[in-house]
């Protein structure tokens, strides 16, 4: 997948507003493989819906997005499932990580549905991240800051191109941050994907190529 | 993993009500199938080569009616009436041989012959199966059913008075019978063989088309008006044939009704146990059904998650098919394990009371019933869980 277009999409809920002054809704956009996208809000201006309309875990949006061209209003569930382990990774805003499973569990959960990392990758990503003592813990016992960074990893633990992270280090100390755009930025850049990152006020210190104000 | 995460909310008594309940229903079921099946051959034993139900009709003879010649015979109008008749499902008439019969018989030297009678009645009320029951014009033996109390006869009062040997079944069937037919001026010396006996027909039976060509030959001339009937009915039980019968004076032979009207009685009785056995199984798969919806309702926001991170509804709802299959694997199991269980003990009974019966039959019904339910019960499982889990994708 290269390219992904948003026309003149807008939340259904947003539709009974006189103005919209945004950069992305109601508006021609396109993410481009290989680009990294910074999306800046307000909070309540529709990012987390930008993201599951992208998803595809919604569909209360007028307008079209299309992936490579093709309406994706259109897809079948076995199509989503096949972008949802090969194309498309998306770290949630409210993670949806598994309480009662372990750190390490969870990112196993998506791995062995993938293949695509090996063991020793996943612990470097841990160790990295500093949570690789905790990755035996149950994920309700953890901070959210911590359960951002599993959830991190669990989403890296596939192919994809476009990665979308809402809001990633709203929990997270500048320090970790740096480390998570550095990884971030590796990962991206071995598999030539696209990044696309969301934020209401501290950002993932990356190389933005575009900035949108939502 | 993927289990570790979805077994979280299963309710293991809800689980262990289904199981109890549907063991319940399951062996209820079986066990109605497998008895009736066990036991049926009590009640057609002997004629099983006779059509299951059907009675032998004749007219009352009663003093008066000897005294004042009245005819006992059946008229063409009383036959069309009788096949009209909604509990009738196929009407024949006995027709007797227009010739004089003598049967021979040799015993360790020793001749037995007597003067005997021929009837036929049509080939569809007997099973076609029966061994051998044709006769082809040229043929030198004839097929004969005699009724079991002959043998009787000769077996309890004959031979033991004589100290003849007694004759099974078997070895009766073995022998073969000088036949002596005269009419019309001429003789004709055939063999007879015995191929059956019967509980509930008092004639010597042969073959339609033996009696046809026989009569043809040897016979008079004039053709009789049938004296007994043979019908065929829907069911020996139904009253409205006592009432015909008793209107029109007819009767029926003996209580040669009894074996068909007990089979049939235990047909309905084995019909509302397998009813009620299917209503059990039914209601405990809805609290299968119940229990699972009620899990899956439970963890929605794990599947929705596992849904998200790239699972397919498939994958998702594999784990609790499999519950569900394997819990009614189980009940399949151990119901056919209480099923042949049971069977030992009430087929030693039966044994014992006839004990020609015992050793018949197979576990066969037993099986093929539960497998049929185990299949409908899973398929409907499978699907409905399918469902529901597609319903928690497409929700968004």
Same mark, same amino acid.
């Given at each position: 997948m290269n390219t992904i277009e948003l026309q003149q999409t807008l939340p259904e809920v947003f539709a009974g507003r006189d103005s919209v002054t945004s950069d992305i809704w109601h508006r021609q956009v396109a993410f481009q493989r290989g680009q990294t996208c910074l999306v800046e809000a307000a909070s309540g201006t529709g990012k987390s819906s930008l993201?599951?309309?992208?998803? +595809?875990?919604?569909?209360?949006?007028?307008?079209?997005?299309?992936?490579?061209?093709?309406?994706?209003?259109?897809?079948?569930?076995?199509?989503?499932?096949?972008?949802? &382990?090969?194309?498309?990774?998306?770290?949630?805003? *409210?993670?949806?990580?598994? /309480?009662?499973?372990?750190?390490? *569990?969870?990112?196993?959960? &998506?791995?062995?549905?993938? +293949?695509?990392?090996?063991?020793?990758?996943?612990?470097?990503?841990? *160790?990295?991240?500093?949570?690789?003592?905790?990755?035996?813990?149950?994920?309700?016992?953890?901070?959210?800051?911590?359960?951002?960074?599993?959830?991190?990893?669990?989403?890296?633990?596939? %192919?994809?191109?476009?990665?979308?992270?809402?809001? %990633?280090?709203?929990?997270?100390?500048? /320090?970790? +941050?740096?480390?998570?755009?550095?990884?971030?930025?590796?990962?991206?850049? &071995?598999?030539?994907? +696209?990044?696309?990152v969301t934020s209401i006020g501290k950002h993932l210190p990356l190389d933005y190529d575009r900035i949108f104000a939502l | 993993m993927l289990w570790k995460l979805l077994r979280q909310h299963i309710s293991l008594s809800q689980l262990a009500g289904f199981f109890f309940a549907n063991l319940f229903g399951m062996v209820i079921v079986l066990l109605s199938v497998q008895f009736y099946n066990d036991i049926k051959p009590v009640f057609t034993r002997g004629d099983s080569f006779m059509k299951k139900d059907f009675l032998i009709v004749s007219k009352r003879v009663s003093t008066l009616g000897t005294v004042i010649g009245r005819s006992n015979t059946f008229t063409e109008a009383d036959v069309a009436r009788l096949q009209e008749q909604p509990f009738t499902k196929g009407v024949g008439a006995f027709s007797p041989a227009r010739f004089k019969v003598y049967a021979g018989l040799g015993i360790q030297g020793m001749q037995l012959s007597t003067a005997m009678f021929f009837e036929s009645v049509p080939d569809r009320f007997v099973d076609t199966s029966l061994d051998g029951w044709t006769f082809r014009e040229g043929q030198e033996e004839i097929p004969i059913i005699i009724p079991r109390n002959y043998l009787n006869l000769y077996n309890f009062g004959f031979a033991q008075s004589r100290s003849l040997p007694q004759i099974s079944e078997g070895v009766m069937g073995m022998m073969r019978l000088d036949i002596r037919?005269?009419?019309?001026?001429?003789?004709k010396r055939m063999k007879g063989r015995i191929v059956g006996f019967s509980d509930r027909l008092n004639t010597i039976l042969v073959?339609?088309?033996?009696?046809?060509?026989?009569?043809?030959?040897?016979?008079?001339? !004039?053709?009789?008006?049938?004296?007994?009937?043979?019908?065929?009915?829907?069911?020996?039980?139904?009253?409205?044939?006592?009432?015909?019968? !008793?209107?029109?004076?007819?009767?029926?032979?003996?209580? !040669?009704?009894?074996?068909g009207k007990t089979a049939w009685f235990l047909k309905v009785i084995v019909g509302i146990v397998l009813s009620v056995g299917l209503l059990i199984s039914v209601l405990s798969f809805y609290i299968l059904m119940l229990s699972v919806y009620l899990l899956l309702q439970k963890n929605t926001a794990k599947l929705e998650n596992l849904l998200l991170i790239g699972y397919s509804p498939a994958r998702v709802a594999r784990p609790y098919q499999v519950l569900a299959v394997g819990l009614n694997l189980a009940v399949l199991g151990l119901g056919l394990l209480v099923v042949m269980l049971v069977r030992l003990q009430y087929l030693d009974f039966i044994g014992r009371i006839f004990p020609d019966i015992s050793g018949e039959g197979s576990l066969l019904p037993a099986l093929l019933t539960g497998?049929?339910?185990?299949?409908?019960?899973?398929?409907?499982?499978?699907?409905?869980?399918?469902? !529901?889990?597609?319903?928690?994708?497409?929700?968004r």
């Open positions: 993201c599951s309309f992208i998803y +595809g875990y919604r569909q209360d949006y007028q307008g079209i997005i299309r992936f490579d061209g093709e309406n994706i209003r259109r897809y079948t569930v076995s199509r989503w499932v096949g972008i949802r &382990k090969r194309s498309l990774s998306m770290l949630f805003q *409210e993670l949806r990580l598994f /309480g009662e499973l372990t750190a390490w *569990e969870n990112v196993q959960l &998506k791995n062995a549905l993938t +293949g695509y990392a090996d063991r020793k990758q996943i612990r470097r990503w841990f *160790e990295e991240l500093d949570i690789d003592r905790l990755r035996n813990q149950e994920i309700r016992r953890m901070s959210f800051g911590q359960q951002q960074r599993v959830a991190f990893v669990r989403a890296l633990c596939q %192919p994809f191109d476009f990665i979308f992270l809402d809001e %990633p280090i709203s929990h997270l100390d500048d /320090g970790n +941050g740096r480390i998570m755009s550095r990884i971030l930025t590796e990962e991206a850049r &071995k598999q030539g994907a +696209g990044v696309v | 037919m005269s009419g019309r001026g001429q003789v073959p339609e088309a033996f009696m046809a060509w026989a009569n043809r030959m040897y016979g008079d001339g !004039k053709e009789a008006l049938p004296s007994r009937l043979i019908v065929e009915v829907d069911n020996p039980a139904d009253d409205r044939i006592a009432k015909y019968f !008793k209107e029109n004076g007819y009767e029926t032979e003996g209580d !040669k009704l009894d074996a497998g049929m339910l185990f299949l409908a019960v899973s398929a409907l499982n499978v699907w409905a869980v399918r469902r !529901k889990v597609n319903a928690i994708w497409m929700r």
